[in-house]
DNA sequence: ATGACAATCAGAGATTGA
């Protein structure tokens, strides 16, 4: 089972470069961040005519997280558990019957900017639930995964100027206590625990020709719970598709699991 | 030190992103 996750900053213009990703790539399953959509405007149909089963999680203008799936999704939720009153579309899972049950979540976690602030403080106590909800997958002791947009640059070498993030919110040292909080519950990084070189990243700014210097983070990932972690077989980044035509800033991340 | 780039909603330019 190949298992996807791409931010593809708004739905209505990636549609090209999302569709000519899924053709070539064939995922099994995509998790989408920022479909920047209402559920009733996404074109679902589009993705139908090729065979995925589509749930999405939709808010209108910004966020939004949607699963493209291609095996039949059971007990789709929404929404991360601990607080009743956030509204932003930000979390969505199910369960992915294949030649066994994995327990998908797509998550697009915030940016956190500026440092000090209101946003910054969502992010962390964000962080807080979403350690909550790993606690939980992993005291299931299934077959687990959480993958999206972290925006967290977990280490100096998944940014190739690592001096100039230092005080914003993906690499702060807050944000990235609470990654490692969450990781050390005894989750694995798929990409991590496969290819430890630098250089390797899955987001490049739009300005300032970043993609041609290769000045990018790494902020996609996933992290999966021992029993997911022991069917992995591959984890990749396609880092290519930030080349292509009307590129979204991030690229797909992908795993293939023996499932 | 600043802006550069892109998307959305709206129908100009503010907001958000990372």
């Known amino acids: 089972m190949k298992i996807a996750t791409f931010n593809i900053n708004g739905i209505k213009a990636r549609i090209q470069a999302l569709t000519d990703w899924l053709d070539e790539a064939a995922p099994d399953v995509a998790l989408l961040q920022e479909i920047k959509s209402v559920d009733e405007g996404f074109p679902r149909e589009i993705f139908e005519e090729r065979g995925y089963n589509v749930e999405t999680h939709g808010q209108k203008g910004f966020n939004g997280v949607a699963i493209l799936s291609k095996l039949p999704l059971e007990d789709v939720t929404r929404g991360l558990p601990g607080d009743q009153g956030d509204e932003q579309a930000r979390w969505i899972e199910a369960t992915v019957v294949g ?70 919110a993906l690499f702060r040292i807050e944000s990235r206590t609470a990654w490692r909080r969450i990781v050390n519950l005894g989750l694995t990084e798929a990409f991590r625990a496969r290819n430890q070189a630098p250089g390797n990243y899955s987001f490049w700014d739009y300005q300032a020709g970043a993609y041609n210097r290769n000045d990018g983070i790494r902020i996609d990932h996933f992290l999966m719970t021992p029993e997911c972690a022991d069917l992995m077989t591959d984890c990749q980044i396609d880092a290519h598709v930030r080349g292509g035509e009307k590129p979204s800033d991030h690229v797909p991340v992908w795993v293939t699991l023996e499932a």
């Not at 900017?113 to 910054?120: A, E, R």
């Open 99 to 168: 030649d066994r049950a994995i327990r998908i979540c797509g998550l697009y976690l915030p940016n956190g900017n500026p440092v000090p602030g209101p946003k910054f403080d969502y992010k962390l106590a964000w962080m807080a639930r979403l350690e909550a909800r790993a606690r939980a997958l992993l005291e299931s002791e299934e077959p687990a995964l959480m993958a999206g947009d972290y925006n967290i640059i977990p280490q100096p070498e998944d940014a190739a100027r690592p001096e100039a993030w230092a005080e914003d």
